[in-house]
């Protein structure tokens, strides 16, 4: 079992940066792809960015490439997310997930995590 825990949400002004931070219990963690996903108010959760088990592959949505940047340090079973150049549209609850499925499956469908987190808060004013 692994357990997910997000911090690092809350209030910034358009423009201002955040750092995501997604700590996992569980001794597995290395061998798990892990995903940020957001929900926008009245929408579907959707991806937002993943990283393979080791840490070598990235994937990120178009809108955030360029402006967002996710990693992880396996030895602290954290993964992250830096986010600079907020825009109001990135307001959401920001959710990590985690999989073992294969990462070329989890590219081609987007779905199949097994571990969720709670979700954190990002506001972006205008």
């Known amino acids: 079992q692994v357990q997910l825990v997000e911090s690092g949400g809350g209030l910034v002004q358009a423009g201002g940066s955040l750092r995501l931070s997604c700590a996992a219990s569980g001794h597995t963690f290395s061998t798990h792809h892990v995903g940020w996903l957001r929900q926008a108010p009245g929408k579907e959760r959707v991806f937002v960015a993943t990283i393979s088990a080791s840490g070598g592959s990235t994937t990120y949505t178009s809108s955030v490439k360029g402006r967002f940047f996710i990693s992880r340090d396996n030895a602290k079973n954290t993964v992250y997310l830096q986010m600079n150049s907020l825009k109001p549209e990135d307001t959401a609850v920001y959710y990590c997930?985690?999989?073992?499925?294969?990462?070329?499956?989890?590219?081609?469908?987007?779905?199949?995590?097994?571990?969720w987190g709670q979700g954190t808060q990002v506001t972006v004013s205008s």
């Open positions: 997930a985690s999989t073992q499925i294969p990462w070329a499956v989890l590219q081609t469908t987007g779905k199949g995590y097994s571990f």
